[in-house]
Structure formats: structure tokens, C-alpha cells
């Protein structure tokens, strides 16, 4: 058996190299934290360009006052409902897809019809708990034994590698 290589994907450049640290600078969710969630989101979304609207701020508080978590759009509508905070599934997705283009989220599919919404935006691979419709994240790193020839024209953005479980019989 061959040795396997550690590959760490940075999105800036143009292939994948073993043993490189990512070097993009991710926002930072615990710089200026005061208390108030409230201001803590609003001045999360100031730093990263977004206006703090009521509704980002809501859904915003919803998303990041758990930690990290793995979230669809229907889960946080139905948190949103159920909290009396009045957005509709559109805004939802709206506001979900506005957060993951500054950064402050990092979207991944599990199948074409499944999209999920992490919190933490650092590089890392999941498990899916097929059944239970659950994400893990994977402890630590995950090891290729090779990267697959990049097409001419083109470059790694990024890699996601999702485990299927199934639960034991």
C-alpha cells in the first residue's frame, strides 16, 4: 500500500497542494463580540459589507447563536416561524445565499434536492447520516491518496468530500 499524502485545498490557487495551510483570511465571528446578539450580528454583517436589514439580523441571530451547525433553508424558514419572526422561504434562501457570497456560511450539497448551510466556513468534509438526514462534520483531516488531473482552463475552487452512513441493523 502506498502512502497516502495530506491535501489541503486553498481556493486561491490554481491546483491542490500536499501539506499547504489555507491561506484565505475567513471573517471572524468572535472579534468585537459585546453580549448582545443583536449587535454582535449586526456588526458581523457591517464588517463583511451586508446592511444589517431586520430580517438578515433575525435570521443572522437564528443561524449563529447555536454555533456551528448544518442548517437547510426549510430548517431555519421553520426556526424562523416558530421564533414569530415574519420572512418568507424565498427571503430565507435569499438571505442564506447573500451570507455563503461574503463568506459567513459555506454551502454543500448532499444529493441534487438536499442543499445544507454550515457555520463554520473553515475547510473541512462531512459525514451524512443517510435516513436521519443528519451532517457531521469529519474530526480532523482527510486523506487522498491522489487528486485527480485538473482540466486544462480550469482550477480547484474547492473540494467536499460527504461520507454516506447508514446505521447498523
Known sequence: MSATTVIHFDRSA??????????RELPSRD????????????????????????????????????GDRHITAEMLHDEASKARVPVSLATVYNTLHQFTEVGLLREFAVDGSKTYFDTNVHEHHHYF??????VLDIPGEV??????????????????????LRRKD
Not at 491546483?15 to 495551510?21: E, I, R, V
Not at 446578539?37 to 433575525?58: E, K, N, Y
Not at 447520516?129 to 443528519?134: C, F, K, T
Request: aromatic residues 6%; proline residues 8%.
Open 143 to 164: 486523506n487522498m491518496a491522489e487528486m485527480p488531473q485538473v482540466p486544462a482552463g480550469y482550477e480547484v475552487a474547492r473540494v467536499d468530500v460527504i461520507v454516506r
Open 31 to 66: 472579534h468585537q463580540r459585546t453580549g448582545c446578539p443583536f449587535h454582535d450580528v449586526r456588526s458581523m454583517l457591517r464588517d463583511v459589507g451586508l446592511r444589517p436589514t431586520r430580517q438578515r439580523l433575525a435570521l443572522g441571530w437564528l443561524l449563529f447563536q447555536k
Open 129 to 134: 447520516v443517510e435516513g436521519d438526514n443528519e
Open 14 to 23: 490554481k491546483t491542490a497542494t500536499p501539506d499547504a495551510s489555507p491561506s
